[in-house]
């Protein structure tokens, strides 16, 4: 500890930077660098989203705050979305809506979990959901998933997993980083697991509508025994392409919402009110856009998966069932520590990706790719990379 670190709190110092902000400074001191490190649609925004902001703008509806839950119309709209998408009987009453699903997941983890109490965590997860855990003054219990078979959720494992301080359970699907989609037979065996120990479960549903080949999302809280035991987090900065939009909701039974809105009001107040009325548009204008992304991502996957074949000498992958993000394994010695195998890959080669070490102790060894940029970037970078690993 430097003689300055007095000033920060032990749950702040305990958390490591981020790799991926990390990465991305890096890349700023090297021109030209083929990006596949940030989980961010460069499609941007559908027209007729940005066009209702304006229109909201103009007609004066964005200077003030909207209610703490947010609009009463948006959320309306999201609780006709959660029983015709997700087959979650919702109300209006039962959604806060957040800034992007990140605020909403720490305001939910603020409300669920004490100082000390267990979090379980499958490994590798998204290293935000680590942080949160932490910042709420809690500890992660990692639960490795099985990499063999596409990194599933070892059911067996969170069971085994459970102590007298397990107070919730926190997953991602489909998964950032690695693209796993839980599938419904697995869920319905962790909401058991929940049910028998009285435990929380937080989802994290950011990629739902990118799910390929003959997978499915499933949502937990569907589960009618569920409705008490669960707290779902959803976003549409993934969905239509809004991450600068920051907006995003969380669905719980009607009793909890209060004290989710504790947590909610000293991080937010409220959601952007320009960005309500934008994520208004994108629920209820045409939805084309949300098949063209996944049409768009289905053909990148399939790019990165044979450029990634090509390498196989290098790199051991899974082929992700959902999302955008995938993580290889890296089989050569210099990826034993992936921040030194990835920091070395952007200044010699200039190819921006991820280490796997933020991801959780089963991450180490891998680096995390997103396929949601042009064929040409992704061609781009696996040139560059081919070339790199030839010397």
């Not at 109490?117 to 680590?130: G, M």
Request: proline share 6%; glycine share 6%; hydrophobic share 40%.
């Amino acid at each position: 500890m430097n003689n300055d670190d007095w000033r920060a709190s032990n749950r702040v110092r305990q958390i490591q930077k981020s790799a991926i902000h990390e990465m991305t400074r890096l890349s700023k001191d090297i021109e030209d660098v083929a990006f596949l490190s940030w989980a961010k649609p460069t499609s941007g925004t559908p027209k007729h989203i940005g066009n209702a902001a304006i229109t909201a703008i103009k007609k004066g509806l964005v200077g003030g705050y909207s209610a703490t839950s947010g609009l009463p119309e948006l959320r309306e709209e999201i609780a006709k979305k959660l029983r015709r998408d997700n087959n979650i009987p919702a109300e209006a009453s039962e959604i806060i809506i957040t800034v992007g699903a990140i605020e909403g997941l720490a305001a939910a983890l603020m409300s669920a979990i004490d100082p000390g109490d267990e979090v379980i965590l499958p490994s590798p997860t998204y290293s935000t959901h680590i942080r949160q855990v932490l910042i709420a003054s809690g500890t992660p219990i990692f639960v490795p998933t099985i990499e063999e078979e596409g990194f599933s959720l070892d059911v067996e494992g969170v069971r085994n997993a459970i102590t007298p301080k397990t107070k919730a359970i926190l997953y991602c699907s489909p998964s950032n980083p690695s693209g796993t989609v839980f599938n419904a037979t697995q869920l319905r065996q962790l909401a058991d697991i929940a049910l028998k120990h009285n435990i929380m479960v937080i989802t994290d549903e950011a990629y739902e509508y990118f799910v390929y080949d003959e997978n499915k999302h499933f949502s937990i809280a569907s589960i009618p025994e569920m409705k008490k035991n669960t707290i779902s987090c959803f976003t549409f900065t993934k969905t239509y392409a809004m991450t600068g939009w920051r907006i995003g909701y969380v669905h719980a039974e009607k009793s909890l919402i209060p004290q989710i809105e504790k947590s909610h009001i000293p991080f937010a107040i409220c959601a952007p009110v320009v960005s309500q009325y934008a994520a208004l548009a994108a629920l209820t204008g045409p939805q084309e856009c949300v098949v063209k992304f996944r049409e768009h991502y289905l053909s990148t996957r399939n790019v990165m998966c044979e450029r990634l074949a090509r390498l196989n000498e290098i790199f051991e992958h899974q082929k992700p069932q959902g999302s955008y993000l995938m993580f290889p394994k890296i089989l050569i010695p210099e990826g034993r520590n992936s921040a030194t195998f990835c920091i070395k890959l952007l200044k010699d080669a200039k190819v921006s990706t991820t280490p796997g070490v933020a991801f959780g102790p089963t991450g180490e060894g891998h680096l995390r790719l997103s396929f949601c940029v042009p064929h040409d970037m992704i061609n781009k970078a696996f040139d560059r990379m081919e070339a790199y690993f030839k010397k």
